[in-house]
């Protein structure tokens, strides 16, 4: 991260406004829009038979019909999983943030490796938030950074000595590790991680502390956007990417109690609550081998299987700088899907623990959200056969690929009013053409340990 360039700012909008159009009529039009592309799309899935020519097509050979029938019965349940969380995003509305004189102690925990001139850029955000300051302290934690990563701790801890406490590991011991002496160390009832390569919006702390006056919520996921989106065309994908993330599906899950993770980038946990899982978190192990990455989506695992509520806090924002090239793309990607598979397996025990309703949807949601993949890859196979008979299979691929997209971007649309809005169908094709082997290679290699970062 040290060699990004020091002058770079956030971006909270990118390429500008693309109408005058005041924020709620725009809200309409979008609702409107939605769900008339929602209806459509049921009636061509569910009513329309539109599968019926595909499946005569596949009709020829036992083994294509034996793959192309689950993968259209997948379509009709993923449509109308879509319509479910699109009525439960409607009716997604942030918390009320904390006020000065209701604001609970705070520490904010840092942890840093080799992190350059980002982290002190990360403590500015943090001391200059607005909180009140007797209630406020951050912990930044340097894990055994090998480059000039502690000059910038000790020269923002100087000059916030009221503020900050710098922590220095003599040799790399991993984000767990460097967490877990912030949380031990935490005077807060109310704890944050930010990560190191990451800024805070100056309303954020008070955002991100609202929901805790819900004495059953155990933690709150901030909203991710992208630091750096104007750094080439995969930043820019990714600001889309992130938006339907965090604004969509996070939003949505936070309407029945169950965040499935609150990310690294900006998170709040109830102190106590971590502390009751603290000791299995920081030893947890997968298939006799020690966890390192994936320590966010663990540790919302952990509180949920307390019984408390993770919900999603849309006024809590933080920028965070992502890849700018395909390897650490690549890299970051297999990092998040070798944690997705050994978490999805937790989750599976845990949310039957969950009330009776959340724990419906959330049951609904992993089987559909999951049985995408088994779907995805028979499709495939699929459309390979199909294109050396009828090689105009692939355009008509490429057709629905950028329908599908031009849908979701209704989506990003209503929580982004940017001519970034194009880039989501770009990403679309670039995912689907160069980012396919990821998720099959991370479940073979979900025990690997490597962080591809360190």
Request: glycine fraction near 6%; proline fraction near 5%.
């Amino acid at each position: 991260m040290s060699s990004q360039n020091p002058d770079m700012r956030p971006h909270s909008a990118g390429g500008g406004s693309l109408t005058p159009l005041r924020a709620d009529v725009w809200e309409h039009l979008l609702r409107a829009a939605i769900t008339v592309a929602l209806l459509l799309l049921i009636y061509l899935t569910v009513a329309g038979h539109v599968f019926q020519p595909l499946y005569r097509h596949f009709d020829t050979q036992p083994w294509t019909q034996t793959l192309a029938r689950p993968s259209i019965i997948w379509a009709v349940m993923g449509t109308l999983m879509l319509t479910l969380r699109t009525a439960l995003w409607f009716r997604y509305h942030p918390f009320a943030a904390a006020e000065d004189d209701d604001a609970p102690m705070l520490t904010v925990i840092i942890p840093a490796f080799n992190e350059g001139f980002m982290v002190e850029k990360s403590i500015d955000s943090v001391a200059a938030a607005h909180y009140p300051r007797g209630r406020l302290e951050i912990l930044v934690v340097d894990d055994g950074s090998m480059d000039d990563t502690w000059t910038y701790i000790d020269r923002a801890a100087r000059r916030h000595p009221d503020l900050v406490t710098a922590v220095r590991f003599e040799r790399n011991r991993g984000k767990r590790a460097a967490l877990a002496a912030g949380f031990r160390r935490a005077r807060g009832d109310v704890v944050v991680t930010i990560d190191s390569d990451s800024i805070i919006d100056h309303g954020t702390l008070l955002a991100v502390v609202g929901p805790f006056r819900n004495p059953r919520i155990g933690a709150v996921a901030g909203r991710v956007a992208v630091y750096n989106c104007h750094q080439g065309l995969i930043p820019r994908m990714l600001r889309v990417r992130f938006t339907l993330a965090f604004d969509f599906l996070r939003a949505v899950q936070s309407t029945y109690g169950t965040v499935y993770c609150c990310p690294g980038a900006l998170a709040a946990y109830r102190t106590s609550v971590v502390r009751e899982v603290l000791e299995p978190w920081i030893n947890q192990t997968f298939l006799g081998a020690a966890c390192t990455y994936g320590e966010d989506r663990s540790m919302t695992n952990f509180i949920l299987a307390r019984g408390y509520d993770t919900v999603y806090q849309r006024t809590a924002v933080v920028h965070t700088i992502v890849p700018n090239t395909y390897k650490k793309l690549c890299k970051m990607y297999l990092r998040w899907d070798r944690s997705y598979v050994r978490e999805e397996i937790r989750f599976a025990g845990i949310v039957w623990k969950r009330p009776a309703v959340p724990r419906l949807i959330a049951v609904i949601d992993t089987v559909v959200t999951n049985l995408r993949y088994p779907a995805a890859y028979a499709a495939m196979a699929l459309l390979l056969y199909a294109s050396m008979h009828d090689p105009l299979t692939i355009v008509r691929l490429l057709f629905v690929i950028g329908a599908m997209s031009m849908l979701t971007m209704l989506y990003y649309l209503r929580s982004e009013r940017s001519w970034d809005v194009v880039y989501g169908v770009f990403y679309a094709y670039y995912s689907f053409f160069t980012l396919f082997w990821i998720f099959p290679y991370a479940l073979v290699t979900a025990r690997a340990k490597s962080w591809l970062t360190r």
